[in-house]
């Protein structure tokens, strides 16, 4: 190698006699190497390696001694640019890690999102019947969160520019069974206070409040495990978590203030002398 890419400061596109060409441009130590090898080389060709490829090996027509010169050609602008992104892009001395690889079929990646896909809405249909069939009106109170917490999650997730994989896909439907279960916890607790005899507020109220701190507790424990998958993973591992992690936040509006406020509203209105759950 007679030059480095890391004595390069630029190179960009500009125009000779109206036609694009690649100007480049080097730093004090390689203007004299670069003016050696011009002075030296003339009527000869001068390639330029990029990752063990020729990428361009125009011919030295005279010596360039102030280190600065031009590449012409047949260029067109898109292809003057992306050799000039080359020239950039080899006087970057940036080492590559490979963080994770992995080779998926075409074929493969679609049946495994088909798969994963029907689960998931499998999954989700047999909660919405579980909480229908367990909880009645309160079950369907219940889903009626379950749609917003999917919603919340969905929305989120776009708003960051999140991508659906499948780890992903998993999450929401993890984030959905933590959803139905804090409703399970309130919903059983209001059964409780239902049979001390409490009015259907009452115990609307009592079961929401005694069952805050175990759903609050839980959810915290399993944000710190998503934080810690997200610290100390990668790939689609961060992804799972950051897909808990939003599950978890909107399953504490969702399951608790959204439901809430419409049982709320349904026995303010219908003022009901027995909790039908």
């Known amino acids: 190698m007679a030059l480095s890419g890391e004595l390069l400061t630029g190179a960009n596109v500009s125009y000779n006699n109206g036609l694009p060409v690649v100007d480049f441009q080097f730093n004090t130590l390689g203007a004299q190497k670069f003016g050696e090898i011009t002075q030296n080389n003339i009527n000869r060709r001068f390639a330029v390696v990029l990752d063990n490829k020729v990428i ?3 011919v030295i027509r005279s010596a360039i001694l102030g280190g ?11 292809s003057a640019n992306e050799l000039a992104l080359l020239l950039r892009a080899g006087a970057l001395p940036a080492p590559l890690s490979i963080v994770e690889e992995r080779t998926v079929g075409p074929s493969l990646g679609e049946d495994s999102i088909r798969s994963g896909t029907a ?4 999954g989700i249909g047999l909660v919405v019947v579980f909480m229908l069939l367990s909880y009645g009106l ?4 219940a889903n009626l969160g379950l749609l917003v917490h999917l919603i919340i999650v969905l ?24 959803a139905v279960d804090a409703n399970v916890l309130i919903f059983e607790r209001m059964r409780d206070e239902v049979r001390f005899g409490k009015s259907a507020l009452a115990a609307m109220e009592s079961g929401f409040r005694l069952a805050y701190g175990t ?22 591992v961060r992804g799972f978590a950051v897909t808990l992690t939003l599950g978890i936040l909107s399953t504490m509006f969702a399951s608790v203030m959204f439901t809430r406020m419409l049982i709320i509203f349904w026995i303010r209105k219908t003022k009901p002398k027995k909790v039908p759950i």
Do not use: C, H, K, Q
């Not at 600065?68 to 898109?78: D, K």
């Not at 689960?119 to 499998?122: P, Q, R, V």
């Open 155 to 178: 929305g989120s997730m776009s708003l960051i520019g999140a991508t659906m994989t499948l780890p992903g896909i998993a999450g929401i439907v993890l984030t959905m069974g933590m």
């Open 138 to 141: 309160f079950g369907f109170f």
């Open 215 to 236: 759903i609050f507790d839980s959810n915290v424990t399993t944000l710190i495990a998503a934080a810690l998958l997200y610290n100390f993973g990668s790939g689609s």
């Open 56 to 58: 361009t090996a125009p």
């Open 68 to 78: 600065r010169g031009i590449i012409e050609g047949n260029f067109t602008v898109e």
């Open 119 to 122: 689960s998931a809405i499998l």
